[in-house]
Nanobody, 117 residues
């Protein structure tokens, strides 16, 4: 019943911007850390950005200064604003949430981001 659904991916030219959204349903994640991960073909999945319930944020060094994670608890949604995109940002981007109570991880289905040169 709990679902994380990403949207906003697509094809963009280098230097362009995209905003990804992750809409959660089935339970509130307002008290939980939520993250964006990405995985490029042949590469390991990496955490891109994280935001806690207290709105503390962390970013991978590769995206720091270019990406911004935010959340709207009223909408149970987390966002990833991606600016100054590079071809190296091309990957499937996944939304993730961790719920300590019950020790559960939730993953979205992923959304493809392709940055052309």
């Amino acid at each position: 019943q709990v679902q994380l659904v990403e949207s906003g991916g697509g094809l963009v030219q280098a230097g362009g911007s995209l905003r990804l959204s992750c809409a959660a349903s089935g339970r509130s994640f307002s008290g939980n850390t939520m993250d964006w991960y990405r995985q490029a073909p042949g590469k390991q999945r990496e955490m891109v950005a994280s935001i806690t319930s207290a709105l503390n944020t962390n970013y991978a060094d590769s995206v720091k200064g270019r990406f911004t994670i935010s959340r709207d608890n009223a909408k149970n949604t987390v966002f990833l604003q991606m600016n100054s995109l590079k071809p190296a940002d091309t990957a499937v981007y996944y939304c993730h949430a961790f719920v300590f109570a019950g020790i559960r991880h939730y993953w979205g289905q992923g959304t493809q981001v392709t940055v052309s040169s």
